[in-house]
């Protein structure tokens, strides 16, 4: 086929257009875990319903607002022996169709939008669980009145059983984000503030600080795991007996010199490792099952022994400005911490979800 | 750059010789003279803070990556925002009011010439204050919205955050003795004819612009105050174990953070205005609904602050009133949108470079103002809110349209400020590397802002399918650098290129007279008799000669002065105080000399 250099040209004018919409494409078809696309719970399924719906109108206005320039563009270039411009000023009539129309889509916009946020603000439904979610820098805490248990970085909830948020902070803001099963609310000192989910599904879900925090702000990421009913019960079962350190059998010399170390250096004066009633006042987070998480340093690094010696080696190289100095331990020393720290082993992830990374 | 080019003798230098050298340059209270080192300025600071981006994209085109340490990411993020809207953005736009407002409306200066050069030089000392502190590596690092409390002393002990008060302090001075001076020289200066339906959109856009600086500025200085005493002298405003409120600070700032939105993008508006019916050889459509849809959208401006607050939770009556409110403003942007459009219909369209660039604007604009629509909706900002999806948004609203029409400005004005023609076939290549350089940048920021990729960070681990597309960013933004080097390259050939008066057939007064302009614009104030003059001319006369360099004799201009660049200078040492330990000399001293200056200013003759 002999394609005409003009209209080459103008093909070739459009190239940019297709690979936008290519990289459009491209963009849905991936596995992203932290995505507020594919909603796993009834908050973020609300939220994703209302979001789609404006995605479509403002496509349509896209391809015909476009569309009419790049036509306009190419119909009135300039030509030899083209016909002169039309002086004309205006166009009442037009110009009250076209502010009519965009206010009419924004009726349409706005009718679900303030529908969803009554919706979202109300309190959860039925009977949820209140879970107190602290923010520090640069880790979130979580709080379980109802147990009496406290965790840091990952969240358990239950699926099916809607959760109660209450939120706040012991320093600067950060704002609490699931994408998947929630959205996202800023945290602040002296009130609390409030999100509630329903996790639908089992499943390990992402999520980080999202506001500027200070230096760390980058990593501060935190994992809910959504536990199926029975799951979730064995979990509050086994750290509601945390309320001591889990013993080092007698033979086991390396953990037994990690804990030593745990209770002589600096480890026990910022960290408790008991989820039930830990200490008051502790600055960081607490370590309860440390052995048995699926991440260490606030949900940024795979909870691997190579992985807690490099932390313990020095965590500012990993997380500079991080609120935990730089120990200055030996490689032996390091090597019972991490031993002992292994021990701290109460609750793992229950096996429906291990296969999830 | 420009400095090139300015620097010569002007070819057709007449009798009206213009005084040469760096002392004429300080004590200059010509407004086009200002207006080229408010250009130059805002030129290289608009680089320093692309410089920013590009080092920020290199750290993020791999995750985990160690190029620059957190704390330095944190100092680039923030000076990159500080900068592309104070130092960058803002000025340029302030080199048009000042190049261009009064050669538009028939003026021969601006209504205060010596204020303006205050102006200027406070603007370029708050500037370098800001900037030097990238020698201590103190640079700021709390994010361009300097959130409380995260700035108060407890959790950000340096200087860094001193240097970001104190330098915001100094560049609000500046913006709002420049928007009492425009305001002022728009309302009284125009000439014979000219009534206000008459003025040119870019004069209209600027006067509005005007009224928002003028409105919203005084909420940043005080909020800014209040934040200064906090650091300085221990109170307790926005610290809530003292009984501060960390929100108040937040109201505080977007009251003036979202009019300062229109205040980058409302020039830009008036600047593609006229850029658009010159290169389509018809008036432009609907002038009138242009000029109330712009002041639609300053007033509703006011109206919608709390939009970058969703998050915090407000409550779903406030939600619900600041959602609705931001849906309005799109209604007068789309009636602008649909009349650019307008104008180009029926048209005979003279693709030249700067409409490119205008073209380029309303496209881009276009995906920038349906992405804030969707901003608008309150449940659904609460996933997008502090994610790339906002850094999308606003980057395709302030690069694709703010940046896109300067640019355009910038090689539509170029003849007459500079008397050369830029390049064409570089212009194109310019518009082009920008237009595929910006898509491939931000683009690819919706998705990932929507697929969680929270801003501020300053990196991101493997495993949450970040990485291609940060690293199609990170190229898209090298070739945006590159655009840059093809502008300059294309400023530096200019200069063998003279200019007529008018090489674009334009309407507006501006190219009735020599390029560059005598110093005194006019060697006789005009008369106007409808909205493009020359068009009008041209129509019932044919068209004009080329006009002719004039003696001048006899015409009165102002004298130049000094005492702006003392008093800046007193200013900038009156703050320098606080940074040095809160010195009372020093800030004495500086107070001394400010006074020295205003003193001495206002006994010196005007001319």
């Known amino acids: 086929m002999r394609i005409p250099p003009a209209a080459r040209r103008r093909l070739g004018r459009l190239a940019p257009l297709l690979g936008l919409v290519l990289l459009v494409l491209a963009g849905c078809a991936e596995n992203y875990p932290q995505t507020t696309l594919a909603p796993k719970g009834d908050f973020a399924r609300a939220v994703d319903t209302l979001f789609r719906s404006t995605v479509w109108w403002a496509a349509g206005v896209f391809v015909l607002v476009e569309g009419v320039l790049l036509f306009a563009i190419f119909k009135y270039r300039e030509r030899p022996g083209g016909p002169e411009a039309s ?56 709080r379980y009145p109802e147990f009496n248990i406290t965790t840091a970085s ?80 064995a979990w509050v079962a086994r750290m509601s007996a945390a309320s001591a350190p889990v013993p080092v059998f007698d033979g086991d010399s390396l953990a037994l010199a990690g804990q030593a170390l745990f209770a002589t250096r600096a480890c026990v004066g910022c ?56 120990l200055g331990l030996s490689e032996d020393d390091i090597r019972a911490l991490v031993a002992y720290l292994r021990t701290q082993r109460v609750a793992t992830l229950p096996p429906a979800l291990a296969a999830t990374p | 750059m420009a400095t090139t080019a300015v620097e010569q003798p002007h070819p057709h230098s007449g009798a009206h010789a213009r005084a040469t050298g760096v002392w004429s340059w300080i004590t200059t209270v010509d407004h086009k003279r200002i207006g080229i ?133 100094i560049l609000g001075v500046a913006s709002l003795a420049a928007a009492v001076n425009f305001f002022v020289t728009i309302v009284n200066l125009r000439c014979h004819g000219m009534r206000m339906m008459r003025m040119p959109m870019f004069v209209w856009m600027s006067l509005i612009t005007q009224v928002l600086l003028l409105l919203a500025f005084p909420v940043i200085t005080v909020a800014l105050i209040l934040l200064m005493v906090d650091r300085f002298f221990g109170t307790s405003f926005f610290i809530p174990a003292g009984g501060g409120d960390p929100v108040l600070w937040q109201h505080l700032f977007w009251i003036f953070g979202h009019p300062e939105v229109y205040i980058l993008i409302l020039p830009a508006f008036g600047i593609i205005s006229e850029i658009l019916p010159v290169f389509s050889r018809k008036p432009l459509f609907g002038y009138a609904a242009m000029v109330f849809s712009g002041a639609l959208i300053a007033f509703l401006g006011f109206g919608v602050w709390s939009h970058h607050m969703f998050a915090t939770g407000m409550g779903p009556v406030a939600d619900t009133v600041f959602g609705l409110a931001t849906m309005l403003i799109a209604i007068p942007t789309g009636v602008k949108i649909f009349n650019w459009i307008g104008t180009v219909w029926g048209g005979s369209l003279r693709l030249k470079t700067p409409m490119y660039f205008a073209l380029g604007f309303i496209a881009m604009f276009i995906i920038g103002g349906l992405s804030g629509i969707m901003h608008s909706v309150p449940p659904a900002d609460l996933q997008q809110t502090d994610t790339y999806f906002v850094v999308a948004h606003f980057h395709y609203v302030l690069f694709g349209g703010s940046v896109l029409a300067l640019l355009g400005g910038a090689y539509y004005w170029f003849p007459k400020m500079f008397g050369r023609v830029l390049g064409e076939g570089l212009g194109k290549l310019h518009f082009w590397l920008t237009f ?32 291609l597309w940060n690293r199609i960013e990170t ?28 090489p674009w057939e334009g309407g507006t007064l501006e190219w009735s007279i020599p390029s560059p302009p005598q ?64 010195n009372l000399w020093v800030i004495l001293a500086g107070g001394g000399i400010t006074a020295l200056g205003i003193f001495s200013w206002a006994f010196e003759p005007a001319g």
């Not at chain 1, 239950?158 to 996202?184: C, E, N, Y």
């Not at chain 2, 933004?477 to 008018?502: K, Q, W």
Request: aromatic share 14%.
């Open chain 2, 37 to 169: 080192l408010y250009g130059v300025t805002a030129f290289f600071f608009f680089l320093l803070g692309g410089l920013e981006a590009l080092l920020m994209r290199w750290q993020l085109g791999a995750p985990d990556n160690t190029f620059v340490s957190p704390d330095v990411y944190n100092q680039l993020f923030t000076m990159h925002g500080t900068t592309m809207i104070f130092l960058g953005v803002m000025p340029l736009s302030a080199m048009f009011f000042n190049f261009m407002i009064p050669l538009q409306i028939g003026a021969r200066d601006v209504a205060f010439p010596r204020l303006n050069a205050f102006s200027y030089w406070v603007f370029l000392v708050g500037g370098l204050l800001l900037n030097s502190s990238f020698l201590l590596n103190a640079a700021p690092n709390a994010g361009w919205f300097g959130y409380a409390n995260l700035t108060s002393k407890q959790f950000s002990p340096g200087l860094n955050v001193d240097f970001w008060v104190i330098g915001l302090q």
């Open chain 1, 154 to 233: 990952e969240m358990y909830v239950p699926v099916g059983r809607p959760v109660d948020l209450r939120m706040r902070t012991a320093d600067v803001l950060h704002s609490f984000w699931i994408p998947q099963l929630a959205a996202k609310r800023d945290v602040f000192y002296g009130r609390d503030n409030r999100l509630w989910f329903t996790a639908e599904e089992a499943g390990v879900f992402s999520g980080q600080c999202a506001e500027f925090c200070g230096i760390q702000h980058g990593r501060m990421a935190h994992r809910v795991i959504a536990a199926a009913p029975a799951d979730f019960d």
């Open chain 2, 436 to 467: 595929i350089g910006m898509n491939l940048t931000f683009f690819p920021m919706h998705f990932l802002g929507l697929n969680g990729m929270p801003r501020r960070v300053y990196t991101y681990p493997e495993g949450l399918g970040f990485e």
């Open chain 2, 475 to 502: 190229a898209g933004s090298l070739v945006l650098g590159a655009s840059f080097l093809v502008f300059i390259y294309n400023i530096i050939r200019s200069r063998h290129h003279i200019a007529p008066a008018d």
């Open chain 1, 271 to 326: 960290h408790a490792l008991r989820a039930v009633d830990p200490p008051p006042g502790l600055v960081g987070p607490n370590l309860a099952n440390i052995g048995g998480r699926l991440t260490i340093a606030a949900g940024s690094l795979p909870n691997t022994d190579a992985n807690l010696a490099r932390w313990l080696r020095n965590p500012q190289e990993y997380k500079q400005g991080v609120l935990m100095p730089n």
């Open chain 1, 87 to 142: 002086q004309f000023h205006g166009n009442a009539l037009l110009e009250v169709i076209w502010t009519i129309i965009p206010a009419t889509i924004l009726v349409f916009i706005a009718i679900p939008t303030v529908r969803t946020i009554f919706r979202t603000a109300e309190p959860p439904p039925g009977d949820p669980l209140v879970i107190e979610v602290i923010g520090h820098q640069w880790w979130w805490e979580f």
């Open chain 2, 519 to 582: 110093e005194f614009n006019f060697p006789a104030l005009p008369t106007v008799y409808s909205r493009d003059p020359l068009w009008e001319q041209r129509r019932t006369h044919g068209a004009a000669p080329e006009p002719t360099r004039v003696s001048g004799q006899g015409i009165h201009l102002p004298n130049p002065s000094f005492w702006p660049i003392v008093t800046a200078l007193g200013i900038a040492v009156f703050f320098v105080g606080f940074l040095l330990g809160v």
